[in-house]
């Protein structure tokens, strides 16, 4: 139970399906949208006191919540500053990375370009070092700032100590921390230049990726020297549907929610991908969306 010593405003029951992009899941017990630093350490306070398991929700695009819902509490984190000097950015971990992307370019700092037509917030692409197979987000990392849960103290990680690789950094494996800021170097370029790439990676997506049905994005993560897509292609499965869920023809490593999609259904797909694809080519399958309750 949360003592609401400080005033914040908690919600009750908020059902997390809609605020994924992926349309599906139950309700979190309690809910809060932290706008400022401050905010977020009173509600890690609060939900500690009240012995409660915290999620940290950026907007939703990469996870999967269960039918059930969340016993627990999520926050959402909305910090929104931002400050742009030079090639150098830095900026609060709940601001959308489509709103940076666009204002990089517009300043002729190049090389997020490779985070086009990503959703979610710069916090998520962090955690998750979101982007393209080659191009990634940890690239232009100089400096991560973070609240410990437990301690509740700030702290800072250079690039290297992000341990940034294919969708994976540090805060994947350490759950203590909670991203609150970032610091990005780019490099200057011309607008044009950055507009172009720009441009032909959204076409390119446009044309590759189901945009149209709510998803969370690629589920799998790409295993070494192969496509997760092709791989599931390559198993006869596109198309493949349980309830309101199916495997997407459009792109074999999004799995779609076509209207009333169950959790239980896509985790049921899931496992039949990852069955499947392991029999016929002995490739282990890992997800790239995250799973709640983990
Ligand atoms: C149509 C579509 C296309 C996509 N294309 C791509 C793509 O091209 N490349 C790519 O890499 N991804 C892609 N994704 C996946 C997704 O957009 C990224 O993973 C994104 O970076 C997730 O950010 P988010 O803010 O939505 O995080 P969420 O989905 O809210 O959270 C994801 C994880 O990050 C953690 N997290 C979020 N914020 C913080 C924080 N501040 N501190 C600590 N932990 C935090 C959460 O706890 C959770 O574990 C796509 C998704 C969709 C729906």
Known sequence: MIKKKRKLHWSENVVLGELTTFKIGGPTRYYFRAETEEDLIEALRQAREGDLPVFILGSGSNILVSDQGY???????????????????????????????????????????????????????????????????????????????KSLEPGCYSAKQCQFDYRQSVFKEDQDKVITSIVLTGQPEKREVIWERMHDLARRKAASQPRFYPSAGCVFKNPPGHSAGALIDQAGLKGHRIGQAQISEQHANFIINLGRAKSRDVLALIDLIKEQVNKQFKVELVEEIIILPE
């Open 71 to 149: 016993p627990g509490a999520v926050i959402q984190l909305a910090n929104r500053f931002f400050r742009f000097s030079g090639q150098e950015m830095e900026v609060g971990a709940g601001v959308a990375l489509n709103w940076l992307v666009t204002e990089a370019a517009r300043l002729g700092v190049g090389g997020l370009e490779c985070e086009t037509a990503v959703p979610g917030t710069v916090g998520g692409a962090v955690y998750g070092n979101a982007g393209t197979p080659d191009h990634h987000i940890g690239q232009l990392v100089k400096e991560v700032y973070f609240i410990n849960r």
